[in-house]
């Protein structure tokens, strides 16, 4: 496992609120936008997945519903909540305070 695998696994909640953020959507779909959005460089465990949203879930970020369609399986879907939008630009403002601070202790010219 690289390590941009590693620090990725540490923001799942909040890749997931990103992906909420631009409408309602299950759990299949959310996973196949990063596969594409990775261009395949990297997908989330099922179980990774749904443990976050039971977490954001109960967190109260997140709420959801069963969809109602016609053929196929049921989906449940996601929807984020106004809480899971401040918890996201939270954490979204605490990944660019981290990437600075690597930025600069990683720039050749720092040492």
């Known amino acids: ?9 540490g ?8 992906r ?4 309602d959507s299950y759990g299949y779909e959310i996973n196949k936008a990063i596969e594409r959005k990775t261009n395949g460089r990297y997908e989330l465990k099922e179980a990774t997945l749904y443990t976050a ?4 879930e109960e967190s109260g970020c997140i709420t959801s519903y069963w969809g109602d369609e016609t053929t196929g399986a049921r989906r449940r879907y996601y929807a984020i909540t106004e809480a899971g939008r401040r918890t ?4 979204q403002s605490e990944w660019e305070d981290a990437r600075q601070l690597i930025d600069s202790l ?6």
């Open 1 to 9: 496992m690289s390590i941009a695998s590693d620090i990725i696994r």
């Open 20 to 23: 909420l953020a631009a409408g």
């Open 106 to 111: 990683t720039a050749a010219e720092g040492y």
């Open 11 to 18: 923001h799942t909640e909040t890749i997931i609120l990103a």
């Open 53 to 56: 949203f039971k977490r954001l």
């Open 88 to 91: 996201l630009r939270a954490l």
